[in-house]
């Protein structure tokens, strides 16, 4: 090939004229590298055209994941309850996480099944690509459409799990309001955050084959300091000012806060941090994109070697 490349280029080249290398030359004809990373307004055009292959692959793998599991889908939201029944038994009746808290279990399964949604994503963003190298290396397709393809599929199984929530909330006494539309943007800004998380932990593991076997004690270390099953305000009430602004600034706990504020009349503003849209929005753009950006820089390398 190389020496077609060069007769060829000296054919062209004028008398006495160097011959053009073959970089230039394809260059000349448009020819490009096989694979190569297209510009980032680019690569979200294409991502766009696949929008209808990430939202069918995403109801695929819903669909698929408990197909020989005997109750099938209702695992969606068997699941998350019965993680909120034994946080309840563990922290509400032995430990006491309870005192303080008004309506604690509505307080706990808010908490849960909000968590669950982050946590499921960050899991299916580092199994995202080192799980379908098949699919990688077969086809041509903006790798970023099987990460947010994960998050999507997430948020369905979420979504499916809401009406159990809000039977629950209204079980415990809570009667539906104006404050839960608020549902609504607190659940887009946490998809935008945890799309952008799931890019960057699919790019991490794609490279980093031990990061699944981490992963969840990372997670489950992120839980406990996200107030899953305990009022931070209530247990930080204590402690220094920079413990506070972190625990306040914890994108986990911001999602939860704002998912219980909207839905229990007994968790009022006083109990959110500072600036709680602000910071909600801050870090689903942060993350979105920078999340986005950094997935795109490593385009090319996804599924080789």
């Known amino acids: 090939m190389s020496l077609d490349i060069e007769s060829s280029s000296a054919a062209t080249a004028p008398p006495g004229a160097p011959a053009p290398s073959p970089a230039e030359l394809a260059a000349r004809h448009g020819l490009t590298v096989s694979g190569a990373r297209p510009g980032l307004g680019a690569y979200v055009r294409q991502l766009w055209g696949r929008r209808h292959f990430i939202t069918s692959y995403a109801t695929a793998r819903v669909s ?9 889908q209702l695992w969606q939201v068997l699941t998350p309850l019965l993680n909120a ?47 379908n190298l098949g699919l990688v290396r077969a ?29 629950i909330v209204l079980m415990t006494g809570e009667l539906p309001g104006p404050s839960w539309l608020l549902v609504i943007p607190a659940l887009v800004l946490q998809s935008v955050f945890n799309a952008g998380l799931a890019l960057v932990m699919a790019r991490l593991g794609s490279k980093m084959t031990d990061l699944a076997q981490l992963m969840p004690f990372i997670l489950r270390t992120w839980m406990y300091a996200s107030g899953v099953m305990y009022s931070i305000s209530h247990v930080a009430a204590h402690a220094p ?8 600034l914890n994108p986990a706990a911001v999602y939860i806060d704002l998912m219980r504020f909207a839905l229990i009349d007994s968790f009022t503003s006083e109990q959110l941090p500072p600036h709680v849209w602000a910071v909600a929005l801050g870090w689903a753009v942060v993350m979105g994109v920078g999340g986005f950006v950094w997935f795109w820089k490593a385009e090319e390398r996804y599924g080789r070697g």
């Open 64 to 72: 698929a994941q408990y197909t020989r599991a005997r109750l099938g």
């Open 85 to 131: 029944a034994v946080y309840y038994l563990i922290f509400g009746l032995l430990l006491g996480t309870d005192r303080g808290v008004d309506n604690y279990i509505a307080f706990l399964v808010t908490g849960v099944f909000v968590y669950t949604f982050t946590q499921s994503s960050v899991m299916a963003g580092v199994r995202a690509i080192s799980g």
């Open 139 to 167: 086809l041509h397709f903006p790798r970023a459409s099987l990460p947010i393809a994960q998050t999507i599929m997430q948020l369905q199984q979420l979504l499916m799990s809401m009406l159990v929530l809000f039977v």
């Open 241 to 248: 000012q920079a413990v506070k602004i972190l625990l306040g």
